[in-house]
């Protein structure tokens, strides 16, 4: 099966003013659309998010974080459910 393009967001709480700079210009340069200052979507595969999210997460430091999720529409909300295997869990979106 083809990996189709989907919706997903990442955010990311980073501490250092450098880091968060250098991990805000990746995005951008992987074709993130900032969507808040921590909060980047993207319209990519999951292959390639998944790239990106490795990326992000091999710039950081141990007290910083940064999550993804996929954004599914569900009627008129939009659903979205956590995809990394560190930690399964889902949030509504209204």
Do not use: H
Not at 14 to 19: A, D, H, L, R, V
Not at 56 to 84: C, H, K, P, T, W
Request: aromatic share 10%; no cysteine.
């Amino acid at each position: 099966m083809a990996d189709k393009t989907k919706s997903y967001v990442l955010i990311y709480d980073i501490t250092e003013t450098k880091i968060r700079t250098k991990v805000s210009k990746t995005l951008v340069g992987f074709g993130g659309i900032r969507i808040q200052k921590s909060s980047f979507e993207f319209q990519v595969r999951e292959s390639k998010f998944m790239q990106i999210f490795i990326a992000i997460e091999e710039m950081i430091n141990d007290d910083d974080s940064v999550i993804g999720y996929q954004i599914i529409e569900v009627n008129r909300y939009r659903q979205a459910n956590l995809q990394f295997p560190e930690a399964m869990d889902s949030i509504m979106v209204i």
